[in-house]
T-cell receptor, first 113, second 112 residues
């Protein structure tokens, strides 16, 4: 099955810094990747996604980079704000046409004012 | 984006009792909904896929007789934790599938 993992369980940054959250996946056939943000006591919230035919996609203050060669993706948050403090998950929908994502372990982002 | 609600947002019950959690898609119809469980400082684990008008599909290791799922309409799925025990205490999250997955806010279950 799909194995999705994150390199760091906790990331502490200062307000205004850029944050980079990493994720590794194991299935080279994976073609769609999603980043979610989960604030304490709430459900996951979609942030950004990327398909395997792209290596970069930008949103508002967020950028996702995909390196299919090493099966790695990252989420970059520019000018991190206290409101960005949350747990971030990468998720990879299953293969064989399944859209059910497998969630990674999660990285807790702590933004210090 | 689409909105998914859950009720209740938190519940405390005694061991041995049953608890029902509702998941509603508020502004769209969802043939498929999903139920997840999340323990503290852990990731979301898929419990089951709820299909409107048919039986739910449970993930390996999830007891279907303990976690009863009913998806009687296109906007409502319910999860009933039967004979709850303290180890069932967790954060239960549902999601509904539209063009993408939309997650509910979660239900915190504490079994005493």
């Amino acid at each position: 099955g799909e194995s999705v993992g994150l390199h760091l369980p906790t990331l502490s940054v200062q307000e205004g810094d850029n944050s980079i959250i990493n994720c590794a996946y194991s299935n080279s056939a994976s073609d769609y990747f999603i980043w979610y943000k989960q604030e304490s006591g709430k459900g996951p919230q979609f942030i950004i996604d990327i398909r395997s035919n792209m290596d970069k996609r930008q949103g508002q203050r967020v950028t996702v980079l995909l390196n299919k060669t090493v099966k790695h993706l990252s989420l970059q948050i520019a000018a991190t704000q206290p409101g960005d403090s949350a747990v971030y998950f990468c998720a990879v929908p299953g293969g064989g046409g399944s859209y059910i994502p497998t969630f990674g372990r999660g990285t807790s982002l702590i933004v210090h004012p | 984006g689409a909105v998914v609600s859950q009720h209740p947002s938190w519940v405390i019950c005694k061991s041995g009792t049953s608890v029902k959690i509702e998941c509603r898609s508020l502004d769209f119809q969802a043939t498929t909904m999903f139920w997840y469980r999340q323990f503290p400082k852990q990731s979301l684990m898929l419990m089951a896929t709820s299909n409107e008008g048919s039986k739910a599909t449970y993930e390996q290791g999830v007891e279907k007789d303990k976690f009863l799922i009913n998806h009687a309409s296109l906007t409502l799925s319910t999860l009933t934790v039967t004979s709850a025990h303290p180890e069932d205490s967790s954060f239960y999250i549902c999601s509904a599938l539209d063009d993408e997955q939309f997650f509910g806010p979660g239900t915190r279950l504490t079994v005493l």
